[in-house]
C-alpha cells in the first residue's frame, strides 16, 4: 500500500486508534505522581466591571449589529 509523503502521521493515528483510540488515560509515570496538592486556586466568581468606555463601545457595538439586521429584514421584506 502506498502511503504518500503525511504517512507517518497516518501509521500514528492508525497505531493508536487500533490500540482502543486516542483518548485513552495513561498513568503518570513522574516523580510528582504521588503528591496531591492541598491548595486549591478559589475561582473569583464576582461580576466584572466594566468602565464606563467599555460599555459606551459594547452598546454601539449592539446598535450597529441590531440595525443591520433591521436594515437586512427591512430589504427583503422589500423585495
Same mark, same amino acid.
Given at each position: 500500500?502506498? &502511503? #504518500?509523503? $503525511?504517512?507517518k &502521521? +497516518?501509521v =500514528?493515528?492508525?497505531?493508536?486508534?487500533? @490500540? $482502543?483510540?486516542?483518548?485513552? @488515560?495513561? #498513568? =503518570?509515570? %513522574? +516523580?510528582?505522581?504521588?503528591? *496531591?496538592?492541598? *491548595?486549591?486556586?478559589? &475561582?473569583? %466568581?464576582? #461580576?466584572?466591571?466594566?468602565?464606563?468606555?467599555?460599555? &459606551? *463601545?459594547?452598546?454601539?457595538?449592539? +446598535? *450597529? =449589529?441590531?440595525? !443591520? !439586521?433591521?436594515? +437586512?429584514?427591512?430589504?427583503?421584506?422589500?423585495?
Amino acid at each position: 500500500m502506498f &502511503i #504518500p509523503h $503525511g504517512g507517518k &502521521i +497516518a501509521v =500514528v493515528i492508525l497505531f493508536s486508534l487500533s @490500540n $482502543g483510540g486516542l483518548m485513552q @488515560n495513561h #498513568p =503518570v509515570k %513522574s +516523580a510528582d505522581a504521588g503528591k *496531591v496538592s492541598s *491548595v486549591k486556586p478559589e &475561582i473569583d %466568581s464576582s #461580576p466584572k466591571t466594566y468602565t464606563l468606555r467599555e460599555q &459606551i *463601545v459594547s452598546g454601539l457595538k449592539l +446598535a *450597529v =449589529v441590531a440595525g !443591520i !439586521i433591521f436594515m +437586512a429584514l427591512w430589504f427583503f421584506e422589500k423585495l
